[in-house]
Every structure is written in C-alpha cells, then in structure tokens.
C-alpha cells in the first residue's frame, strides 16, 4: 500500500484502530488473561522481550530465582508463561504421569536443524520410540564398551594439566605448580574429545592441538542466539533475528560444517555394527545405534536419523559435563576440608592411577559423589526453566488450573537453591547429601534436585555424565593437587561482591546460562604428587 496516497482522515482513523487495538490487548493480557492473576515483573506481563533480554544477557537463571524471592513461589514470566518453586510442580510439570497434558513447549522450534531429533521433538509417540532406541546407546551396559576411550582422555587431561612443570616436593626442592591454567576452555577441550570419541569413535584431540578448538567456542557463540529465540519465539518467526545475531549464524554454521564431516567420516567406516558388535569394546554409539531394535516395535533407526541423532548427542554432552567439570573443580579449589576429604577418600580407595575405573571401588567413594552432586545444585549446567506448554485445558499443575496454550516450567537454579529444600542454600556444603539433620533434610535435598531434569524427558547421558564427572575428578585428585592461581586470575570465575544481586557471591561459580551455562575460568595450577603414590 502506498501510505503517500492515503487521506488524512483515513490514515488518522487507522492509527486511531491501532491504538485501539493495542489498548484493548495491553487490558486484556494485563487484567482478564488466564494468568492475569500471578505476580510477575511488569513488563513480562505484556511481552516475552523480557525474558529475551535476560537470555541475552546470561543472567536468566538469576532473573528467574530474583523473581521468585520477590513475588513467591507461582510467577508470571512472559504473557502465557508462568514459572513454579516447587516440588509439587516438578513432579506435576515433568513427571511422568503429565507427559500428555504437558508436551515440550513450541518454542524449541529454534534449535530444530532439518527435523526434530530426540531431544527437540514435543513428545507422543515419535518420541517415546526415538528413546527407547537411543536408551540402547547410552545404557550402562554400552557404557563399560566405551569406558576405555573415557580413560584414555581423562589420562590425557591429566597428564596436560600436571605437566612437565609441576613437581612434587623433594628432599632438595620445593614443590612446583604448573602454569595457571583457565579452566573453562580445559574442561570443554576434554568433554568435547570424549564425546567425539564415544559417540563417533572420532579423534580430534583439542586438548593437545589447536586445530579444532574453534569448535567448542562456535557451540557458545550459537547458543547465544538460540536462548534468545527460546525466550522469544515470536522473534525467531519474524527472521530478522540474522541481523542481530550475525556472529552467532556464522558460528553455527561453522559448527553445522564441522559435524557434517565428522558424519561423513564416520560414515566411511564400517557403518552396521551387527548383532555381534553391538556394546563390544570396538563399539561407539554411532555403532551401537545401527544395530539397536525398539523393543516393542521391532524396528531401527535409518542412517539419517543416526547421523542426526549423534549430534545431538555430541551438543548435548559437551557444553553441559564441561561445566560440570569447571563446578566441581571449582568448589573443590574453594573448600578446603571437602578437598581433603574427597581427595583423602580416592587416594584410599585406588593404588595407582590406572586402577581408577567405573565399579565398587569408585562407587565406594560416597563422599566424592556428595561434591559432585553438590557442584551440579550450586551451579547446575542448565539453570533455567525448561518450558512445557499444556495442551489440555484446565490441567492442575502445583494445584494450579492453567488453561492450554501456557508454557511452564521449574527453573533449575531457583529450586536448587530454595531455602525450604535446602538450609544455607548458597553455602557448599556435601555433607548435605550424606548426613541427615534429624528432619529428612536428605530426602528433601533430593526431592528438589534435578540437574538431569525428571521424567520422559530427563536427560538420556545421566549415566555417562556421572560416569565421566567421577572418573575425572578421582583421577585429577589421585594425580596429585590443585588451587586457584594467585592474583587477579584466581579472582576469574567468582561473583564479585558490589556486583548485582546474584552476581555478588564470592564463593560461588558464576555462569551465564545461554540454553546451557557458559562459564568463565576457574584458572587453577595444578601439582603432581611423589610418584610412588600418583602413578604419573
Ligand atoms: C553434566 C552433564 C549434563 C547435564 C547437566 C545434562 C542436563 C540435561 C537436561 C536438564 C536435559 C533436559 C533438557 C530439556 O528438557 O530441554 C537433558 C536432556 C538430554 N540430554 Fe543431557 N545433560 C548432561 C549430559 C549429557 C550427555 C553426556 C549426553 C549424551 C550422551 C546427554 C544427552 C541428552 C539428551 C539426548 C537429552 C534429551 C532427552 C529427551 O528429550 O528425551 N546429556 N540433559
């Protein structure tokens, strides 16, 4: 329509019906919406840009837990969102009895390459069968297949972060350290390798050549993009998104290159593990997909959907265990007594370093498990609220009536640090998973934590995850010691004291949660031990 040619009186009427328009909805979503009644930042009420800006910014997490300290534990968080503190929700919102009423939201749509894949796909039927086949990949059974790629990583990572210049104490020396090393950048060089190898049996070695390291900081850049369009939905709808977030699609191009070799590579090998390979020690999942059956249907998966599976697998796996391993290394380096203890309970339970194996001796190492539990409620790779829409009317969640069409959610960092789950929330403290205070405050602690979420749509690489979170951490206490780096670079990582509510807690790892956290530092030095008890 050319604007010039309109009447005055016209163009005056429309802008007049506009305003009306935009009158009515503004009244509407604040005064007679379903979830009009729920307390709520003020402008979250009328648009998802405000969750947008918090995505952006990194401090969504933060935003949502600042939120439910002010306006209580049911929050209105975007025009149809409304985000819970509870129990109660987490079981009704991702348990698996809700499953049919509250599928996974629509606004996932921005992370979908091509066709939806297990983790993106809204729920039914299609998703239940796609788990069911890659359960088979990960299962614990495949898992003691691919232990020994696990481990031969893990020795890697110690042996490039003990290093050459970090000497134990001897009669004539004094005890070295190694340079300061920045963590954030080691921990994804190793969670990157290992899944690489695990899931493709692919070898790109970023922890000892530089090569492919762009590659874990293509997964960030994209990330941020795409927390902003999960915020913000409508947005991603419009595509003018590409003129805002043009590092971020190069990234993301960059990353679609790169895995589109690494298939192509993997393709060139032997593709069919055969019944007889399948979960062999020669097996990566790539392998043991091909030869997976649905258990109640008979059928597999096509090649395509194995190629677009792992790579799921790989983004999923890697940014989330590397912040995991940053966490625990980081209140490990910040807590002296619990340094001890858990280092004090591996150096016991292993004679060498090559013993450090998945089994009764790891396992035994309940107080080690207690940090790594505890790292993942302080700090949990993914802290935001994982939307759910409904799809049914009126379903109760918490004991809330909420009317199809909303999405929901519990926001991980928020109930991980909720004072009636847990006492001194924002105090690292493994003794909370160990010792009950004569109240259940064991139970509770349980009830309440879900790095991995719950439910039908819970995390398919808990296991693996755990798995490899334990034998890092055992391994790098047995090789020998590690502490913050002097100076400013120790400082790197922490909250600040005159920083922003949230961001001011010293003692606490900060992350910046872009669909999953995105972490700075720690820099830690690290030091062997005499070699007759490290076997270095
Ligand atoms: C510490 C490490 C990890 C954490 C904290 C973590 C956390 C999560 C969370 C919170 C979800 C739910 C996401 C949502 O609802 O949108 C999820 C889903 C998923 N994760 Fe993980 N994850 C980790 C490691 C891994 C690893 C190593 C793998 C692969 C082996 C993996 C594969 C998946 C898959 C496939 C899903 C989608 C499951 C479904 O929708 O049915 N994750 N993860």
Not at 413 to 434: A, M, N, Q, T, V
Not at 520 to 535: I, K, M, T, V
């Amino acid at each position: 329509m050319d604007w010039t040619t309109l009447s005055r009186p016209a163009a005056v009427g429309g802008s007049a019906a506009l305003l009306i328009l935009l009158l009515a909805k503004v009244t509407y979503l604040a005064f007679f919406h379903p979830l009009a009644r729920y307390p709520g930042p003020w402008i979250a009420k009328f648009t998802n840009a405000y969750a947008a800006y918090h995505a952006w910014k990194g401090d969504i997490h933060l935003d949502m837990w600042r939120c439910h300290e002010r306006y209580g534990d049911h929050v209105r968080y975007g025009p149809n969102r409304l985000i819970f503190n509870t129990t109660e929700a987490l079981r009704d919102i991702y348990g698996t009895g809700a499953t049919s009423k509250v599928v996974k939201a629509s606004a996932y749509e921005p992370l979908v390459h091509r066709a939806p894949n297990t983790l993106t796909i809204r729920g039914g039927k299609e998703h239940a069968r796609r788990r069911r086949i890659m359960a088979q990949g990960v299962s614990d059974k495949a898992q003691r297949g691919y232990e020994h790629r696990i481990l031969a990583h893990i020795t890697k990572f110690c042996d490039v972060m003990f290093g050459s210049q970090s000497k134990p104490e001897t009669e004539n020396s004094p005890r070295t350290w190694s340079e300061p090393a920045d963590m954030s950048y080691w921990c994804y060089y190793l969670s990157f390798d290992i899944m690489a190898d695990v899931v493709f049996g692919a070898h790109y070695n970023l922890l000892q050549d530089e090569r492919f390291r762009y590659v874990v900081e293509s997964i960030d850049k994209s990330n941020v993009r795409m927390s902003f369009l999960i915020q913000f939905p409508q947005f991603a709808k419009l595509k003018i998104d590409k003129y805002m977030f043009r590092e971020a699609i190069t990234a993301r191009n960059r990353f679609i290159k790169f895995v589109t070799r690494i298939v192509r590579e993997r393709l060139g090998k032997a593709t069919t593990a055969g019944p007889d390979k399948i979960n062999t020690e020669d097996a990566d999942v790539f392998a043991n997909l091909t030869a997976a059956k649905d258990p109640e249907t008979g059928g597999g998966f096509t090649l395509n959907e194995i190629a677009a599976e792992s790579t799921t697998l790989i983004v999923a796996g890697a940014d989330t265990s590397s912040v995991a391993f940053g966490a625990i290394l980081f209140y490990l380096a910040d807590n002296k007594e619990a340094y001890d203890r858990a280092a004090a309970e591996v150096r016991s339970k292993f004679q060498s370093r090559d013993d450090i194996a998945m089994g009764a001796a790891l396992a035994s190492c309940v107080y080690l498990y207690a940090c790594l539990n505890e790292a993942l409620r302080m700090s949990p790779p993914v802290g935001l609220a994982l939307w759910r829409e409904v799809v049914a009317d009126n379903v109760v969640l918490d004991g809330q009536a909420i009317v199809a069409g909303c999405d929901v959610g519990v926001p991980l960092y928020s109930i991980h640090h909720d004072p009636k789950y847990y006492e001194s929330p924002f105090e690292y403290r493994p003794e909370r998973w160990l010792v009950d205070d004569g109240t259940g405050s064991v139970e509770r602690a349980r009830s309440a934590f879900n790095p991995f979420s719950l439910g039908m749509r819970s995390c398919l690489g808990k296991s693996l995850a755990t798995t490899e979170m334990a034998l890092t951490t055992a391994a790098v206490l047995f090789t020998g010691d590690f502490r913050f780096a002097e100076g400013e670079k120790g400082l790197v990582g922490r909250g600040q004291k005159d920083g922003p509510l949230g961001r001011h807690r010293h003692n606490e790892y900060q992350l910046f949660d872009h669909v999953t956290g995105q972490k700075n530092g720690p820099f830690l030095q690290f030091s062997s031990r005499p070699l007759d008890h490290a076997d270095c």
